[in-house]
Every structure is written in C-alpha cells, then in structure tokens.
Nanobody, 124 residues
Framework: QVQLVESGGGSVQAGGSLKLSCTVS????????MGWFRQAPGKEREGVAA????????YYADSVKGRFTISQDNAKNTVYLEMNGLKPEDTGMYYC?????????????????WGRGTQVTVSS
C-alpha cells in the first residue's frame, strides 16, 4: 500500500521553477518529520529539505538555501517543495520521506516511509 505519493517533477531549463507535492495517505499517522531527498545516478541519496510537522520549522541543505522552500498543508495532507532558480546539478529523482522525531533530518537511513519518487531534470 503506497503511503506517500510524489508528483510535480518534469524537465526545465536552468533558472526555471518546479513545485513538487507529496501527498500523505490518511491511513498513516502523522510523522514528526517530512523530508525531501534527491538521488542522481551513481550518487547517494541526499537530503534537500525537511519540515518538522508540529512546529512548521524548516531545514535546508546549503546547496538549496534561498532557492527551495518546503511547506505543508495539513488540510490536504500534503507537503510541498517549491524549487526556484533550478540548476543542472539539481537534476535527480526526488523522494518524499517520513520519520519519527529522533536523529537529524538529513539522515536518509532514519526515514522509514518513502514514496516512489518524481524525476526532475534541469538542462543548461
């Protein structure tokens, strides 16, 4: 049973924008952390941004600060990642993940629920 579903990926030119969505199944309980990760071919999955759902506090990788914004809409059970000023190095499969309150937000191994991903391709 799929519990997290990502959407919104696509192909854009450098400098463009995309807004990713992660819809959370109502059948799973609210998790403390919701995060966005990405994985480029031949590279490890890396944390992009996360939100602590109780407070709405946001955290970002240095590489995306000032360009990406993570947000949540509790009424829609959805977490968003708005990406502006996209660069070719932002290319990859973007995954939404959920985890409990412990450990750092960027530790992908601590996330126990994942979506199937949505592809983002940025051309120069």
């Amino acid at each position: 049973q799929v519990q997290l579903v990502e959407s919104g990926g696509g192909s854009v030119q450098a400098g463009g924008s995309l807004k990713l969505s992660c819809t959370v199944s109502r059948y799973i309980r609210v998790r403390a952390w919701m995060g966005w990760f990405r994985q480029a071919p031949g590279k490890e999955r890396e944390g992009v941004a996360a939100i602590y759902t109780a407070s709405g506090n946001q955290y970002y990788a240095d590489s995306v600060k000032g360009r990406f914004t993570i947000s949540q809409d509790n009424a829609k059970n959805t977490v968003y990642l708005e990406m502006n000023g996209l660069k070719p190095e932002d290319t990859g499969m973007y995954y939404c993940g959920a985890k409990g309150p412990l450990y750092y937000w960027y530790e992908s191994s601590r996330y126990d629920t994942w979506g199937r991903g949505t592809q983002v391709t940025v051309s120069s």
